[in-house]
């Protein structure tokens, strides 16, 4: 899952440089809080999590690192796709935003409370 987590990271991080030069060529910051985003909770957040599960390989194998690793992956793309609508105009997105930000705090905790827990 360690791997996993790394490759996908990765392609947040491309993502995020992406978008952060297509505002920069175009001048139309509106964008950055998802910029922002994808780089933090995409790109940081995924590549520390799958460094800490290589390095400690127990933690892996709970639940909580199962849970961590889909409610993170599938909240995320929901999240950052809504924002982005939401901010080019469609109010209609906001529960996506919502949804996908809840999903991605609790595959977060669960993160979080394997760390706590099950790390020796």
Request: proline residues 2%; charged residues 5%.
């Amino acid at each position: 899952m360690g791997n996993v987590l790394i490759k996908i990271s990765v392609i947040y991080f491309m993502i995020g440089v992406l978008l952060g030069l297509y505002m920069s060529i175009a001048h139309n910051y509106a964008l950055t809080g998802v910029h922002v985003h994808i780089n933090l909770l995409g790109w940081m957040s995924l590549v520390v999590a799958g460094i800490i599960y290589k390095l400690y390989p127990n933690l892996e194998q709970t639940a909580a690192a199962k849970i961590h690793f889909w409610l993170h992956n599938l909240g995320l793309p929901v999240m950052m796709g809504g924002l982005t609508l939401l901010i080019l105009g469609n109010p209609g997105v906001v529960v996506a935003v919502s949804i996908g930000s809840i999903v991605v705090v609790i595959g977060i905790a669960s993160f979080v409370f394997n760390v706590l827990v099950n790390l020796k």
